[in-house]
Structures are given as structure tokens and as C-alpha cells.
């Protein structure tokens, strides 16, 4: 079956520390995006990666898709309070269907 | 208002009663989608439309629920016969099909079926 794990569940960081949430998956796919979704909020898109190997970077978030598009991370460097939230990864088989989520990580900060 | 707009926010029913949620997407995305979210998990998909073609329906999805999308534009999702498991947040969203830009969702439905 389709099956991807995002790990971790939580993480827990002082302000300042970098954060990484990983998404694997047992199949090839055929696009990833990311979301945040905020406490109390709905889901926010963040990218999309498509390409074997692609990195894209948003000021402090950098995001990787694997050479064999099976696996992606999104890494934030230097958290800040306003980082907090679950970040979802959400994959696509092919390009034309739907994108089923991940379980996310919930990304809490001590300022 | 250029977003996704979902009515009502909130919707308290009785067990066994019907519900019927709306979402307008917005104007120019062809692609609608429904998904529903329970606390501490990641949305759930139920269901998806390309203008008012029912494209996909998950198989998780029981008789009871049923989508519309008649003429295109805003959609509607009803749950008949409503059980104290449908208890979640319904969150619809809409793209357009050439992709690239991801899903905008609107700001959900949330039922407690008591």
C-alpha cells in the first residue's frame, strides 16, 4: 500500500536550535510538498519539489528531495518562536492525482 | 475575498441527524478537494473534483458521505446518518490542475456529532 512515515512526531527546541522533519516513503514519487499548519489553523503551502535531488530554500527553510524520489526533509535553521506549528509533508504519485499527507511533526520552541 | 471559503465553522448535530457542508474555492482553480482531520493527525483525503466531475472518491469514505460539485464552482458534502466517529475537522481546498502552486485551504468545518 501507499506508505509514508514522517518522523519525528515531536520535537522540542530551544529558540536558536535548527530543526529537520523527514518523509519516507517504500515507493517512487512522483512529487512532494510541504505544509505548516499552525495551532488552531489550517494547512499552509509551503513548496513543491518535483525533481530528483532538488533543493529549494526559503530564507531559513531548506527542503531536499531525494536522488530517488523516495525521501524528503524540510530543515529549519535557527528557529524562531514564530516556526512553531506541524509540518506536513504531502506526496503525489503522479502529477494528475491527489496528494495524501504525512502524519507530521509538531515543532514546539522555548524561546 | 480571493480565498477558500468554507460555511458554517462550527456544527454541533445529534447522532443520527444529517449534515451538509459548503465550499466556495476560489473562482479560477479547477480542482476541489475535500479532507477531513482529527486531532494530532495529518488530513485525511475523501474525496476530489476537476470542474464538476467527481474524479475520485477514498475508499474509506462510507454510503453516508456524498459530494457534489454541480456546476463547477462551490461544492457541498453531506453526511447522512451522522455518527459520533464523524467527530472532525472537514477541510476542503482547491488548485488548479496544471499543479505547481499547492493546495489553498480554506479554514474548515468542524462537526462534533454529540
Known amino acids: 500500500g501507499q506508505q509514508v512515515m514522517q518522523i519525528p512526531q515531536y520535537q522540542h527546541v530551544q529558540e536558536g536550535e535548527d530543526f529537520t522533519t523527514y518523509c519516507n516513503s517504500s515507493t517512487t514519487l512522483s512529487n512532494i510538498q510541504w505544509y505548516k499548519q499552525r495551532p488552531g489553523g489550517h494547512p499552509v503551502f509551503l513548496i513543491q519539489l518535483v525533481k530528483s535531488g532538488e533543493v529549494k530554500k526559503q530564507k531559513r527553510l531548506t527542503f531536499q528531495f531525494g536522488e530517488a524520489k523516495k525521501n524528503s526533509s524540510l530543515h529549519i535553521t535557527a528557529t524562531q518562536t514564530t516556526d512553531v506549528g506541524t509540518y506536513f509533508c504531502?506526496?503525489?504519485?503522479?502529477?494528475?492525482?491527489?496528494?495524501?499527507f504525512g502524519s507530521g511533526t509538531r515543532l514546539s520552541i522555548r524561546p | 475575498d480571493t480565498g477558500v471559503s468554507q460555511d458554517p465553522r462550527h456544527k454541533i448535530t445529534k447522532r443520527g441527524q444529517n449534515v451538509t457542508f459548503r465550499c466556495d474555492p476560489i473562482s479560477e482553480h479547477n480542482r476541489l478537494y475535500w479532507y477531513r482531520q482529527t486531532l494530532g493527525q495529518g488530513p485525511e483525503f475523501l474525496t476530489y473534483?476537476?470542474?464538476?466531475?467527481?474524479?475520485?472518491k477514498s475508499r474509506l469514505l462510507s454510503d453516508r458521505f456524498s459530494a457534489e460539485r454541480p456546476k463547477g464552482s462551490f461544492s457541498t458534502l453531506e453526511i447522512q446518518r451522522t455518527e459520533q466517529g464523524d467527530s472532525a475537522m472537514y477541510l476542503c481546498?482547491?488548485?488548479?490542475?496544471?499543479?505547481?502552486?499547492?493546495?489553498?485551504f480554506g479554514s474548515g468545518t468542524r462537526l462534533t456529532v454529540v
Open positions: 481546498a482547491s488548485t488548479l490542475a496544471t499543479g505547481g502552486n499547492g493546495y489553498t
Open positions: 504531502a506526496f503525489g504519485y503522479s502529477s494528475a492525482s491527489k496528494i495524501i
Open positions: 473534483f476537476q470542474n464538476e466531475a467527481q474524479l475520485e
